[in-house]
Structures are given as C-alpha cells and as structure tokens.
C-alpha cells in the first residue's frame, strides 16, 4: 500500500469503525491515531498532511481492529483520565467512569464543612480497582489524610499501587486485600471516611450490558448480586464498627437502588444526614452520609 496522510487515515479508520457499528467512530478514530504516534491533539491537527510510515500504519490498525472487535478503547491504551488524572487501568479492574468523580467531588467538599485542612482523617475506599477513587482523594484531599484502598483482587491492588506511584501519593495510602470491611474490623481499624464504589448490576442485568463492558470488564467489578444491592447489605452490617463518632460515607449506587440504600444507611440510626446525590442524567447515584 502507498503510504497515506493522517487525513486519511482518519477517513479509513473511521470509516471501519462506523461499519462494525462502533459508535463514536471519528473521535475514536483520532485518538487511535494520536495514541499510536504520541501526538497530542493541537500536533493531530497541525499535522493532517503528515505521511505516515508503515509501522504507524499498522500500530493505527492494529488498535482500530482490536476495537472495531469489541475491546474497550481504555484496555487498548492501558489507560484512562479520571478527574484530570492519568490513569493505568487493564483487564483485572473497571474502567473509571465520569459519574464517580462526582462522588470523590462531593466527598471532598463535604469533609472541608466537616474537618480543618490539616485534620489527619483516615480515609477508606472499599474495592479500589483502578484505585480512581483513593488515588483521587489522596491527590486532592487534605494534606494529612491517609488513605486506605481495599480490593479482594491482589491485581487491582497492583494496579492502584501504581497508579498511586504515578500520582505522587504512595507515602498517602496503604493497600489492604480482602472482601469488604472484613480486614478493616480484623484489625479494629476505625476511620473518618469511608467511600465505595461497588459492583451494583443485578446478576440477570449483567448481559444485556453493552459487549464491550460485559465481556471485557471484570465480572467480579460488576455483578452485585440477584438484586444488585449485595455488597451495600454486607457493609452496612460492619458500619457501626468501622464508623468514628463524626464520619462521612460516600457510596456510588446503580439505578433505581439510591432511595433504597438512602433507607437502609437511615434505618442504622449512625447518621444526621442522608442524602442523595444525582448524576448529570439526574439519576441518583451516590448516597451520601453524615455522622457528628
Ligand atoms: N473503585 C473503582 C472505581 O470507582 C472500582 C469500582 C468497581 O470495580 N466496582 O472505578
């Protein structure tokens, strides 16, 4: 084949995509082709007559088959951004959605009414993944938090480890494996915040998610049981122990579940305040709990 433009080149992968029903073929197309040539968008731009070589070509189309067959474009870059952030994500954790940094926002926000800027808090993200969320809170939290991030999965415990390392704020966090608050009431450990972003899909929910969540992203990040609310019932057995007297407890939610998680964090009689948090689609999805 003789060699082609990056304008072209945009034109061909796209098109490809569109024909294997991706949607959002172009802005897919384009990050495909910066990703194989380490350009940023101002270069992409700048640069649409640049002639590639051959080997651009096929790392281009060799990112562009993969997900035209179905993988996630974050798997295939390794990475994904989360609240302005950089992060490592692979096959063993969720892809950090946007709607979750509207729970990390609110937690923040929410601590500064509740503590001083220099409070040493200690922090808790139960099933870490990524890490998105501790990592995150470490980054823009107070200066003396420490943070603790939990995962049954010893892969997901590597992968935000890194990502941590990434961020500048190992020194700020510990990694702990094991299910749920199990580890954290073994070892009597007691903390001012507490996030969660479980897996909340309902079992019979769980394949009729789009292919390239349900046959790419970890089931185990997923399924949340026959009713989807598995993992809140286990931890909310625990609270009363993990919870300080003042303490802040955020935790993301699938839909139709916020009003019936917001009933049962009320029903433990541990808060002042619970409340609801809505997504950019208006749908409830963090409950959020205040105790002082
Ligand atoms: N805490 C991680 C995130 O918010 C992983 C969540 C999960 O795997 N259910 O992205």
Redo the contacts with the bound molecule.
Sequence with gaps: MSAITVREALQKASRFLRENNIEDATFLAEYAIRHALGWDRTCFISRMSHLLTAEEWDAIEAIIRRRAAGEPMQYIVGSQE?YGLEFKVNPS?????PE?EL?VEEIVKRARELWSEDAKLSVV?I????????VTLAVIGGRSWKVTATDIAEE?LATACLNAERHGVKHKLSFVQGDLLEPLLQQEHTVDILA?????IPSFDVAQLDMQVKDHE?L???DGGEDGLDFYRQMIQGLSCILKERALLGW?VGIHQAEIVRGWLEDTGLFSEVYIVRDLAGIGRHVIAVRV
Excluded at 196 to 200: C, D, L
């Design positions: 989360f954790v969720l892809i950090p959605r979750t729970l993200d099933g870490t993944g990524s890490g998105a969320i501790a997901s969660s972003n479980p897996p909340y970890p185990r990040a997923l993301e």
